[in-house]
């Protein structure tokens, strides 16, 4: 699942390494229609464009997920807020990876304490961390 998928191409990349299927949640109508567009030109049928919010989608959705991506605009501040919404509304499996992108100054958002951080780099103006998820929570 691509929460914020903008040009789409970390979702169909997932889906061309065969991903056996691809959520891309996208809340600009233009954005949303390009993306389903390249969805249809490329045949991804295991790729499903959702126009909406992150929080909508997560608010409405009963799936699970093996692989998150999370990168949103950064003014927007919500890594915190949609971790917590992807824990409270019980959307990732088990040993879920979740691979996040925020600015590279200033501290890593708090995450929950089921997210075991597995990498931590920088490169120019972005941060970039891969967790793992697991249910219990890690002491």
Not at 11 to 32: K, Q, T, Y
Not at 107 to 119: T, Y
Request: proline share 5%; aromatic share 8%; hydrophobic share 40%.
């Amino acid at each position: 699942m691509d929460l914020f998928a903008g040009s789409g191409a970390l979702g169909i990349e997932a889906a061309s390494r065969g991903a056996d299927s691809v959520v891309m949640v996208e809340n600009n109508p233009l954005a949303s229609k390009q993306l389903q567009h390249h969805c249809q030109s490329i045949i991804a049928n295991n790729c499903r464009v959702e126009p909406k919010t992150a929080q909508q989608f997560l608010n409405s959705t009963s799936q699970q997920f093996d692989i998150v991506f999370i990168d949103p605009p950064y003014k927007a501040n919500i890594w915190s807020e949609i971790a917590e919404q992807l824990i409270s509304r019980a959307v990732l499996a088990d040993n879920a990876a979740i691979y996040i992108e925020c600015p590279s100054k200033g501290e890593v958002p708090v995450f929950p304490a089921q997210w075991q951080l597995i990498k931590d780099k920088k490169a120019g103006g972005v941060r970039y961390c891969l967790f793992s998820y697991h249910s219990g929570e890690i002491a």
